[in-house]
């Protein structure tokens, strides 16, 4: 119940295409979740999060959208770029601070 | 976002020595911070969480007296392994959090520690 399922393992885009990646839970208790771009070497970088409350944040050509239902939330890279190429990781955590993290996503963006 | 600092970023060891790696939040100050291990390609296990002022809590298979974790100050985590074996090599992680108020926690991560151990 602890886990956070993430896919695709790893992903492959075009310039200026859309990245998706998405992320799955089973612990309602769950109330944030951040997504990390991860470049080898380095540690995590915190790059958007979302809190139930709401059903979808942007920020920049970042969005994550989240459907708590299903519990589910998604990981959108509008206009793709080389640069974006890194290992993103999406996690879960409640107000213990303890992050549960997927199995991270390979992201490969052709020039 | 917030900054935290790990050091050093890359350490080479002998087997049998011990090696301390610091983290440091440099503009908050974090009552919480976390050490993870990570394997290549794989994502971040999470060894334990360290509280200022105690003991920290370590997950289940993390050996306490080979990962030594102390939390001195409200900015400063240290992880000390001890008797330092080649399997021990491995790419180490502290994030320390950021209590937001009523828009909850964030945590952030530190660059990572490169062990090796020959």
């Known amino acids: 119940q602890q886990q956070v399922k993430q896919s695709p393992q790893s992903l492959i885009v075009q310039k200026g295409g859309i990245s998706i990646i998405n992320c799955a839970y089973e612990?309602?208790?769950?109330?944030?979740f951040p997504w990390y771009q991860q470049f080898p070497g380095k540690g995590p970088a915190l790059l958007i999060a979302?809190?139930?409350?709401?059903s979808e944040k942007k920020e920049g050509r970042f969005t994550i959208s989240f459907n708590k239902s299903a519990k589910q939330f998604s990981l959108h890279i509008m206009d793709s770029q080389p640069g974006d190429s890194a290992t993103y990781f999406c996690?879960?955590?409640?107000?213990?601070?303890?992050?549960?993290f997927g199995t991270g996503t390979r992201l490969k963006v052709l020039a | 976002g917030a900054v935290v600092s790990q050091h050093p970023s890359r350490v080479i060891c002998k087997s049998g020595t011990s090696v301390k790696i610091e983290c440091r939040s440099l503009d908050f100050q974090a009552t919480t911070m976390f050490w993870y291990r990570q394997f290549p390609k794989q994502s971040l296990m999470l060894m334990a969480t360290s509280n200022e002022g105690s003991k920290a809590t370590y997950e289940q298979g993390v050996e306490k007296d080979k990962f030594l974790i102390n939390h001195a100050s409200l900015t400063l985590s240290t992880l000390t392994v001890t008797s330092a074996h080649p399997e021990d090599s491995s790419f180490y992680i502290c994030s320390a959090s950021r209590n937001r108020g009523a828009q909850g926690t964030e945590a952030f991560f530190g660059q990572g520690t490169r062990l090796t151990v020959v």
């Open positions: 979302i809190r139930p409350d709401v």
């Open positions: 612990n309602t208790a769950f109330d944030y």
């Open positions: 996690a879960a955590a409640s107000g213990t601070y303890k992050y549960i």
